[in-house]
């Protein structure tokens, strides 16, 4: 069974920085995506960023770019969102998730794995 367990948020002024960490366990296949979302209140849950575990290759929201860095170190199996610039709208809870795909799904439902979630506030 895949566990994904957030850590790392926190409360931060604007123009701050914050890095999240998601560890991660229970994979029996090394074709996954992993991914973070975020969620304010009273808006849907957008996916921010994700890696996929083969190759490593990226995505980043748009409303992120330049500003979050994802990595993935395999052997802590733990997964990192480096957050720079942090802005009001960053606010929100994150989540870690996990699909086990081909590549990096776009659409939510696709993702079956969720961690917790872990709040950041930025103000």
């Known amino acids: 069974q895949v566990q994904l367990v957030e850590s790392g948020g926190g409360s931060v002024q604007t123009g701050g920085s914050l890095r999240l960490s998601c560890a991660y366990s229970g994979f029996t296949t090394s074709r996954y995506c992993l991914a973070w979302f975020r969620q304010a209140p009273g808006r849907q849950r957008e996916r921010v960023t994700g890696i996929y575990s083969r190759d490593g290759d990226t995505y980043y929201a748009d409303s992120v770019k330049g500003r979050f860095t994802v990595s993935q170190d395999n052997a802590k199996k733990m997964m990192y969102l480096q957050m720079n610039n942090l802005k009001s709208d960053d606010t929100a809870t994150y989540y870690c998730?996990?699909?086990?795909?081909?590549?990096?799904?776009?659409?939510?439902?696709?993702?079956?794995?969720w961690g917790q979630g872990t709040q950041v506030t930025v103000s």
């Open positions: 998730a996990a699909a086990i795909f081909a590549f990096c799904p776009q659409a939510t439902p696709n993702y079956e794995y």
